[in-house]
């Protein structure tokens, strides 16, 4: 299946999120990065990650010489079920697990810079196929993946979320782009501290996030005195899949849900890691945390949680009727049962996840309100009454009608429609409507227009985003990431593209070339990456002075402090040069 034909399959509103690979934009230099990436990571979590990593590398299309192109993972992922698509850096955190509930694979497009190349703050093709895919072959694994992805989806965030999010965005990209100076990091990093600051109360979403980070991207397996990695942030990372085996500097913690208590920090390397005892212990943890979530237990605490929250959220009925909208206000009795709940602005009534013809956020653009709960002298919840049944309460159309709630509330209004759906009823409207609370007071006036009640006895369940996320859509798509400023100069990338030519042997180097190769090194004092690339080459004779030329300036740079790290790792695979 083509990236079009996946992305004609998907979900309108997730189209938008979904980019192009344009695979001939990787410059030759992008490809040297990725594969001294990969050489090295394979070598070194060779013993270090879960026994699954090597072979999942080959499942899922992922070759180390060269970047993967997103058709080759997918011809490879088809045939453990699942599909990936290419976006732009950051997405919001409830379209990723949207896709992931979807078993698609989100890669992003970037390549990490050179200068980036033991971590990168942004999400790189690297992290996200070379580190989140090969686990995908472990059908424990996949389903807790996808689990999580369904879980997700359902988490409630907040504002002040959707500003970390934003934050993290920006700093990733500012970061990341060779024109940021030393004050446009010294910023987004300050941005970041602010916003994370004034979020003071976790959500279901970053607590959800933090299972998540200490799992997904972090996690380790096994005991805690003997364990491999398997979270993509470690694969993905030469300095923190090295960093992570001291357990000096780190600290080990058996993973409980208790690990939505310990916030991380992306800027800096973590101070403890949590291991899982195994994938399907992973599925249990994340089945405990969703046991507490709003969308599994519903009734008023859920309902105050969104309204905290301050964001769109989706509040359903047993009945199935489901009212999208930000929650601002909540009622309940002396037990703490619902018995009244309003939105204000944009509201989408839904049932089964497909918006209620006229109910869209045009009709209920300021907002909706409605009783919740049985009504007096009723032995079953109003939705489940037959039209007769109905009847027989002197509820019918074009009447005047009278509901008595158990809660003391009461609407009397001329009854203008009921809406019934699956042999049940959703919505009763009513012109000329007065409701009124125990107490007496006016909640709803007849100059207010038209009352669309929606019928049911409690809220089962409540969750973050839309019903209908089609109709209702609250992200739009993200602009894209500017694109490095200054980028490689041709002669360069030219030089880079002919030594990996005759590396491969599809090309022979000849005078030219190896005067290029040697005016290169002479041109390029400090591109130690080049240099590593042409040790590649086979030792011949024409070509020993160069090589010589090339291992000597590389120990020379591995004398750099900046360097010493990367370098250290090259000449410890690299071969000797007579």
Same mark, same amino acid.
């Given at each position: 299946?083509?990236?079009?034909?996946?992305?004609?399959?998907?979900?309108?509103?997730?189209?938008?999120?979904?980019?192009?690979?344009?695979?001939?934009?990787?410059?030759?230099?992008?490809?040297?990065?990725?594969?001294?990436?990969?050489?090295?990571?394979?070598?070194?979590?060779?013993?270090?990650?879960?026994?699954?990593?090597?072979?999942?590398?080959?499942?899922?299309?992922?070759?180390?010489?060269?970047?993967?192109?997103?058709?080759?993972?997918?011809?490879?992922?088809?045939?453990?079920?699942?599909?990936?698509?290419?976006?732009?850096?950051?997405?919001?955190?409830?379209?990723?697990?949207?896709?992931?509930?979807?078993?698609?694979?989100?890669?992003?497009?970037?390549?990490?810079?050179?200068?980036?190349?033991?971590?990168?703050?942004?999400?790189?093709?690297?992290?996200?196929?070379?580190?989140?895919?090969?686990?995908?072959?472990?059908?424990?694994?996949?389903?807790?993946?996808?689990?999580?992805?369904?879980?997700?989806?359902?988490?409630?965030?907040?504002?002040?979320?959707?500003?970390?999010?934003?934050?993290?965005?920006?700093?990733?990209?500012?970061?990341?782009?060779?024109?940021?100076?030393?004050?446009?990091?010294?910023?987004?990093?300050?941005?970041?501290?602010?916003?994370?600051?004034?979020?003071?109360?976790?959500?279901?979403?970053?607590?959800?996030?933090?299972?998540?980070?200490?799992?997904?991207?972090?996690?380790?397996?096994?005991?805690?005195?003997?364990?491999?990695?398997?979270?993509?942030?470690?694969?993905?990372?030469?300095?923190?899949?090295?960093?992570?085996?001291?357990?000096?500097?780190?600290?080990?913690?058996?993973?409980?849900?208790?690990?939505?208590?310990?916030?991380?920090?992306?800027?800096?390397?973590?101070?403890?890691?949590?291991?899982?005892?195994?994938?399907?212990?992973?599925?249990?943890?994340?089945?405990?945390?969703?046991?507490?979530?709003?969308?599994?237990?519903?009734?008023?605490?859920?309902?105050?949680?969104?309204?905290?929250?301050?964001?769109?959220?989706?509040?359903?009925?047993?009945?199935?009727?489901?009212?999208?909208?930000?929650?601002?206000?909540?009622?309940?009795?002396?037990?703490?049962?619902?018995?009244?709940?309003?939105?204000?602005?944009?509201?989408?009534?839904?049932?089964?996840?497909?918006?209620?013809?006229?109910?869209?956020?045009?009709?209920?653009?300021?907002?909706?309100?409605?009783?919740?709960?049985?009504?007096?002298?009723?032995?079953?919840?109003?939705?489940?009454?037959?039209?007769?049944?109905?009847?027989?309460? $002197?509820?019918?159309? +074009?009447?005047?009608? %009278?509901? #008595?709630?158990?809660?003391?509330?009461?609407? &009397? !209004?001329?009854?203008? =429609?009921?809406?019934?759906?699956?042999?049940?009823?959703?919505?009763?409207?009513?012109?000329?409507?007065?409701?009124? $609370?125990?107490?007496? +007071?006016?909640?709803? %006036?007849? #100059?207010?227009?038209?009352?669309?009640?929606? &019928? !049911?006895?409690?809220? =089962?369940?409540?969750?973050?985003?839309?019903?209908?996320?089609?109709?209702?859509?609250?992200?739009?798509?993200?602009?894209?990431?500017?694109?490095?400023?200054?980028?490689?100069?041709?002669?360069?990338?030219?030089?880079?593209?002919?030594?990996?030519?005759? =590396?491969?042997?599809?090309?022979?180097?000849?005078?030219?070339?190896?005067?290029?190769?040697?005016?290169?090194?002479?041109?390029?004092?400090?591109?130690?990456?080049?240099?590593?690339?042409?040790?590649?080459?086979?030792?011949?004779?024409?070509?020993?002075?160069?090589?010589?030329?090339?291992?000597?300036?590389?120990?020379?740079?591995?004398?750099?402090?900046?360097?010493?790290?990367?370098?250290?790792?090259?000449?410890?695979?690299?071969?000797?040069?007579?």
């Amino acid at each position: 299946m083509t990236q079009a034909e996946i992305k004609a399959s998907l979900p309108a509103h997730l189209r938008p999120f979904i980019k192009d690979q344009h695979y001939d934009r990787y410059t030759p230099r992008d490809q040297a990065v990725w594969r001294f990436i990969m050489q090295h990571l394979a070598r070194q979590l060779a013993t270090t990650a879960h026994p699954v990593y090597l072979e999942g590398l080959q499942r899922t299309g992922i070759a180390l010489d060269h970047i993967p192109s997103i058709d080759e993972m997918n011809e490879a992922l088809a045939k453990l079920g699942w599909r990936a698509v290419v976006v732009d850096g950051f997405i919001p955190p409830a379209i990723f697990m949207e896709f992931q509930a979807l078993k698609v694979l989100v890669i992003a497009l970037d390549m990490r810079t050179v200068d980036h190349i033991l971590y990168t703050p942004a999400p790189d093709i690297v992290h996200e196929s070379a580190g989140h895919a090969p686990f995908i072959v472990d059908v424990d694994y996949a389903e807790f993946l996808q689990l999580f992805g369904e879980i997700g989806m359902k988490a409630i965030a907040s504002d002040a979320d959707m500003a970390v999010y934003e934050a993290i965005r920006t700093l990733s990209i500012v970061k990341e782009s060779p024109a940021s100076t030393v004050e446009d990091v010294a910023e987004a990093e300050s941005n970041l501290r602010r916003v994370t600051a004034a979020n003071t109360t976790p959500s279901e979403a970053a607590l959800l996030a933090r299972l998540h980070w200490w799992t997904v991207e972090y996690g380790l397996v096994g005991e805690l005195d003997d364990y491999r990695i398997f979270g993509a942030g470690l694969l993905s990372s030469l300095g923190e899949s090295i960093r992570c085996l001291d357990d000096d500097r780190v600290r080990k913690v058996p993973l409980t849900v208790d690990a939505v208590h310990v916030p991380y920090d992306i800027t800096r390397q973590q101070p403890q890691l949590f291991v899982t005892r195994s994938c399907k212990h992973l599925s249990q943890v994340l089945q405990e945390f969703a046991a507490s979530m709003a969308f599994r237990k519903g009734g008023a605490e859920s309902l105050m949680k969104a309204c905290e929250a301050g964001s769109v959220c989706t509040a359903q009925y047993d009945s199935g009727v489901q009212v999208s909208g930000r929650i601002v206000d909540v009622a309940t009795d002396a037990v703490g049962n619902v018995t009244w709940f309003r939105t204000a602005g944009p509201t989408q009534l839904a049932f089964r996840d497909k918006e209620i013809y006229g109910h869209g956020t045009q009709t209920h653009a300021e907002g909706f309100s409605a009783p919740v709960g049985m009504l007096k002298d009723f032995s079953r919840c109003l939705s489940e009454y037959t039209v007769d049944e109905l009847r027989a309460h $002197n509820i019918e159309l +074009e009447t005047r009608v %009278r509901l #008595e709630f158990l809660s003391g509330i009461t609407v &009397v !209004g001329r009854l203008s =429609a009921i809406h019934r759906q699956d042999h049940r009823n959703l919505l009763l409207a009513f012109d000329d409507c007065t409701v009124t $609370n125990l107490a007496g +007071e006016l909640i709803y %006036r007849p #100059e207010w227009g038209r009352f669309d009640m929606a &019928v !049911g006895a409690r809220i =089962a369940s409540v969750y973050g985003g839309t019903a209908d996320r089609e109709a209702y859509q609250l992200y739009g798509s993200l602009p894209e990431t500017s694109p490095p400023a200054g980028q490689p100069e041709g002669s360069l990338m030219n030089l880079y593209q002919l030594v990996d030519r005759v =590396a491969r042997g599809e090309a022979s180097l000849g005078a030219p070339g190896l005067e290029q190769i040697q005016r290169g090194l002479a041109d390029y004092p400090r591109e130690w990456l080049l240099r590593v690339e042409i040790q590649r080459l086979a030792a011949t004779e024409e070509l020993a002075p160069v090589l010589r030329l090339a291992a000597q300036e590389l120990a020379e740079l591995a004398l750099d402090p900046e360097l010493a790290p990367l370098l250290t790792l090259a000449l410890e695979v690299l071969p000797e040069v007579a």
